[in-house]
């Protein structure tokens, strides 16, 4: 069970996440639809601590910690709870596939070199990665690479995944292939959260859905009565915005 | 007047014998100048508290003197106040005693610190923030990341920049001469003094420097192509 | 302690020392000009790899790089009447000395800017060329209109850190007796046995220097760029 209480996070003078609520139960695919500039990014990163919000509390299990006077343990904790995956990938770029998978295991959570190698292949099999193992990421294309920034998120094994606009950077041919492996990952049980733009995704594979806009959470609620039956206004305009006629690929 | 060629050759491999020395005199301050250089890029890159700003300045205003200046200030400061300094010490040593030549690498170390720095500096911040960020999101701390992704790319990126630093610091230890140590174009000035070819001895001196250059240019290709093996596209 | 330094004397020796600023200037200027002019030459021969020039040029800049300034500021001194004599049986010995300073430092110039200069104008993509050439514009005028002026932004950070260190490189010219900022303190320490003030004072011109150039740099940069 995650939940993140009353987060704020401001940039300067602007308030970009301006109190927002989540809850998330074990198995969840939560996935957070907004417009540009709606803090949903953002507040994602808040929640690995790579932004640091000014209030707001964040429980995992039993665990709490307060954002603002989190100590360097706390944060250490909380990041050993929650995989990323980047937008960008950010594979180490001076490390191959499966070193870059290993990293975390290896260093981070000190296992043995061995022990570290198996998981890591495990999870390089998982995405469809394991013959690419010795490569360097500037010998993978975008999909590929983001596959194994995927992989090298559910190495860890963490509470909940988190997954900043994992396909916006990807050619439009690849898009599909990268939402079908997250998708079989969540079939798998693994708990996660979801930035994105991919309404067909949000359809298919979540059971939660948040909508930001202006960095507040302006609905929520199950796929079938947010898309089909959206209560605010601000819900519909997006929706009417963003929904295609017809879904524009089966997943 | 014609130019002897044949003395040109004879200083030029009685200098030779200098390399060694002249090569040490660049040599030390680089390294050093990587070891602190590189705690120095650290701590203003990371804002340590307090330290940051001083660190700031002093690397500033050093950058901004020419070379000679501050070997010319510490050679005075030497002559002028080495003996009162070492009588307040207790110690036997007098400023006559001292080998020019510890003077003359303290001064090319004083040079080398800040301006490796800068370069460092340079180096780490091209790193993309995705690599730090990449590297806490799968737990590690600030220092396993500098150690394991940034420091390793960064050395990569550094390596044309050391290689004109480390050329630069050659070129301005040449001018440690003045202060009497016995590298390449006093030994060829020395050489030169009983037979009137001045001309010739410069001539050789620049000789043995241009290929002291190129010597480390290639040094550094050589370190590029292999540690880059990461950087290459196959295919 | 009043021995070793004394701001009194350095107030003192300010205004001598400021006064010989201007032959320093004087030999940046000529430094930069010159070597703009006769580094774009060099680059231009680097790039259409113009036979037997371009070696000479490849030869040239490497021995630019790579030889201190102080041995190139000795050989032309020694050498360039030599060289003279040997071609046009012109004894130059009698010049002042200033003109040879003048000479290597025109010379180190280009060898330092024809690099930067080649890069740079490589540096704009062909496309630039191209698309120059596909609406119509003639060889020379797609260099002058579109290559060059995307060339120059792209060279001016790199002439800027030059040109910084141009000054700095002028404080070798008073071994030749030149009286610039360096060789007035040479001389009133000469006359005084005080040197250290006069560091002092010529640190403080440097780093106004430093702060001056790299500002105004950094400012054109910026206004060059566009918000790119």
Redesign the interface.
């Known amino acids: 069970m995650i939940e993140i209480k009353n987060l704020h996070k401001s940039f300067g003078k602007n308030e970009i996440v301006r109190g927002v609520d989540v809850q998330v139960n074990k198995g969840d695919v939560v996935v957070i639809l907004g417009p540009s500039g709606s803090g949903k990014t953002t507040f994602l990163r808040c929640l690995?601590?790579?932004e640091r919000a000014e209030e707001g509390e964040i429980t995992i299990d039993d665990v709490s910690v307060k954002f603002k006077q989190a100590s360097k343990k706390d944060i250490?904790n909380i990041?050993?709870k929650?995989?990323?995956v980047?937008q960008?990938h950010?594979?180490?770029?001076?490390?191959t596939a499966i070193e870059n998978v290993m990293?975390?295991l290896i260093?981070?959570?000190k296992m043995s070199k061995k022990q570290s190698e198996e998981i890591a292949l495990e999870a390089l099999k998982k995405v469809g990665m394991e013959e690419k193992r010795d490569s360097?990421p500037?010998?993978l294309s975008g999909g590929q690479q983001q596959r194994v920034g995927i992989a090298?998120?559910v190495a860890?094994n963490p509470e909940v995944i988190l997954f900043d606009e994992p396909t916006s950077a990807l050619d439009p041919e690849l898009v599909g292939e990268t939402l079908r492996l997250i998708k079989s990952i969540a079939k798998e049980g693994i708990t996660m959260i979801v930035v994105t733009h991919e309404i067909s995704f949000a359809q298919d594979v979540a059971n939660q859905v948040i909508f930001m806009a202006d960095g507040v959470v302006v609905e929520k609620g199950e796929p079938n009565t947010f898309f089909l039956n959206p209560k605010e206004e601000r819900t519909k305009t997006f929706l009417q915005r963003i929904l295609p006629e017809e879904p524009m690929y089966n997943l | 007047m014609n130019i002897r060629y044949d003395q040109i050759i004879k200083t030029f491999f009685y200098s030779a014998h200098y390399v060694p020395i002249t090569l040490l005199i660049a040599f030390v301050p680089v390294v050093l100048g990587l070891i602190f250089g590189s705690l120095i890029a650290i701590g203003r890159i990371y804002r340590v508290k307090i330290v940051s700003p001083i660190l700031d300045f002093i690397v500033l205003f050093i950058n901004a003197l020419p070379g000679p200046i501050i070997i010319l200030v510490l050679i005075t400061v030497f002559n002028q106040g080495f003996d009162s300094f070492a009588k307040m010490l207790h110690l036997a040593i007098r400023a006559k005693n001292v080998n020019v030549i510890y003077v003359g690498i303290l001064a090319m170390t004083i040079i080398s610190i800040p301006a490796l720095s800068e370069s460092i500096r340079g180096a780490l911040l091209s790193i993309d923030q995705g690599q730090y960020e990449a590297g806490y999101s799968v737990g590690l701390s600030k220092f396993q990341v500098l150690q394991r992704i940034v420091l390793p790319q960064a050395f990569l990126v550094l390596i044309p920049t050391l290689c004109g630093d480390v050329i630069g610091t050659l070129k301005g230890s040449s001018f440690l001469f003045i202060i009497g140590v016995m590298d390449i174009i006093n030994s060829a000035l020395k050489f030169a003094t009983s037979s009137y070819c001045i001309l010739e001895a410069y001539i050789a001196a620049a000789l043995l420097y241009w290929l002291m250059s190129i010597f480390i240019e290639n040094i550094f290709r050589l370190l590029e192509h292999q540690m880059g093996k990461h950087r290459r596209v196959l295919g | 302690m009043f021995e070793f330094f004394s701001f009194h004397r350095m107030l003192e020796f300010f205004p001598k020392i400021i006064s010989c600023f201007p032959i320093t200037l004087s030999i940046v200027v000529v430094g930069i000009v010159a070597g703009i002019f006769f580094g774009t030459v060099l680059a231009f021969i680097r790039i259409y790899h113009v036979p037997l020039l371009n070696q000479l040029a490849f030869l040239f800049i490497s021995f630019i790089r790579g030889t201190p300034i102080i041995v190139q500021l000795f050989v032309v001194y020694y050498g360039l009447p030599v060289l003279f004599e040997n071609i046009t049986g012109i004894n130059i010995d009698r010049i002042d000395k200033f003109y040879f300073v003048l000479v290597t430092y025109a010379l180190n110039e280009a060898g330092f800017l024809a690099e930067i200069i080649r890069a740079s104008i490589l540096a704009v993509p062909i496309g630039q060329t191209e698309a120059g050439y596909a609406v119509g514009l003639s060889g020379f005028d797609t260099f002058r209109k579109i290559v060059m002026p995307q060339a120059a932004r792209l060279a001016l950070p790199a002439v800027g850190v030059d040109m910084i260190n141009l000054f700095k490189s002028t404080s070798l010219a008073y071994l030749l007796g030149i009286m610039d900022i360096v060789g007035k303190v040479q001389a009133i320490g000469a006359n005084t046995y005080h040197y250290l003030e006069g560091y002092a004072c010529t640190a403080i011109i440097f780093v106004v220097i430093n702060f001056v150039l790299g500002t105004t740099f950094k400012y054109v940069n910026k206004k060059l760029s566009y918000g790119a």
């Not at chain 1, 950010?90 to 490390?95: G, I, S, V």
């Open positions: 690995n601590f790579l250490f990041r050993k929650i995989g990323f980047f960008n950010n594979l180490f770029a001076n490390k990293e975390g260093t981070a959570r360097y500037c010998q090298r998120a860890l």
